[in-house]
């Protein structure tokens, strides 16, 4: 078997995950890394001593031997350093998301992907947690086909990261971007449909109002419920709390339809679980059918090595067993740049929503 090679520009906290899943992978290997920031290389290189440090982002894309590229950088980056990659070295790209943070870089991305000439897959690795996996494949089955969507994340606050980027709309995209453009992609990968309008209500509620960064104060979201109307006639609900790290569950998404109801239940990263509460939860998925047969749970676990890699229940090692697979098979990526950039879109209204008080239409 040929070992992948990849290179990996941005090793914070997300690239260090994903450092720790590649090393999980068979014939997969890690050739070299960029990351500014000291501390974060050198916690990079503890993970893979093998992998070659490189000066700057384009002394790695100058290398030669790299089968696959991986940007795990700053939102704020994302768009720039995609444009770089697609002139100098336009291999297969995994890309974290959100793929891009001003409407204005739309049209960047989307130019960018009319002419590159490998496949590019965001990663959107909420689809790939196991539970998420079980819900999207019954859900057509248990519902009759969804009508109602609900995605409730009640979770701990953004955890710091180098130069405090995450405090601050302008590098993030703000809440509803950077941080549930999962969920909105999620909607509409379970509902198989597109959004026609957004209304949303958000704020900041209790987190990162004491702080300070150079005489700034972060404005950051914490709460929103944000509601979708898709042009199916299904209809979506995201409640996300950043203020409420006791839940028993982080993610909890539920569907009904003609026919029943699903959900999927998806305890959060053990390392942030109360130890006086015992052992964390198994994920679940509960399917509940309308005639009176009672509800019918299974529980689904994830390999606890899995489970240690990373914060996502799992997903980004799935993630990458698929892309991996892409790499060295061909083939197009799950998780399309269309995707990505309808995430984006559709957490851009909701923020405009929000800030606005009036419902947003979407294209």
């Known amino acids: ?120 897959w965001v990663a959107m690795e909420y689809r790939y947690m196991p539970p998420v996996q079980t819900f999207v494949e019954q859900v057509q089955a248990a519902t009759g086909g969804p009508r109602m969507l609900t995605i409730r994340e009640h979770r701990f606050p953004f955890l710091p990261k180098v130069g405090d980027w995450n405090r601050f709309n302008r590098y993030t995209g703000g809440t509803l971007v950077e941080k549930c453009c999962h969920f909105f992609d999620l909607m509409r990968l379970i509902l198989r449909a597109e959004p026609v309008r957004v209304m949303a209500s958000a704020g900041q509620e209790v987190n990162h109002l004491s702080e300070t960064y150079d005489g700034e104060t972060p404005d950051i979201w914490d709460t929103a419920y944000v509601i979708v109307d898709f042009d199916s006639g299904a209809r979506a609900m995201l409640e996300l709390c950043m203020y409420a790290e006791g839940a028993r569950f982080q993610e909890e998404i539920s569907a009904v339809g003609p026919t029943g109801k699903i959900e999927a239940l998806v305890p959060g990263p053990g390392r942030f679980w109360p130890t006086h509460l015992g052992t964390p939860p198994v994920p679940q998925v509960i399917v509940s059918p309308r005639q009176p047969k009672g509800p019918q749970a299974v529980d689904i676990p994830v390999d606890p090595t899995i489970l240690d890699a990373g914060d996502h229940n799992g997903s980004t090692f799935y993630q990458h067993v698929r892309f991996l697979d892409v790499v060295r098979n061909g083939g197009a990526p799950e998780v399309t740049l269309r995707d990505g950039a309808r995430a984006v879109e559709m957490g851009m209204a909701a923020q405009q929503s929000a800030r606005e008080g009036i419902a947003i239409a979407v294209k």
């Open 1 to 120: 078997m040929q070992v992948i090679n990849y290179g990996i520009i941005g090793c914070g906290m997300m690239g260090q995950e994903h450092l720790r899943n590649i090393a999980l992978l068979k014939g997969a290997r890690v050739a070299a890394t960029y990351e500014p920031d000291d501390i974060m290389a050198q916690a990079a290189k503890a993970i893979a001593p093998g992998a070659e440090m490189m000066n700057s982002a384009w002394d790695l894309l100058a290398r030669d031997d790299l089968d696959c590229l991986l940007v795990a950088s700053p939102n704020y980056l994302h768009v720039s350093q995609l444009e770089e990659i697609a002139a100098r070295n336009p291999l297969p790209l995994l890309i974290e998301k959100p793929l891009f943070t001003d409407p204005e870089d739309a049209a960047r991305v989307q130019a960018i992907g009319d002419s590159y000439a490998a496949p590019i």
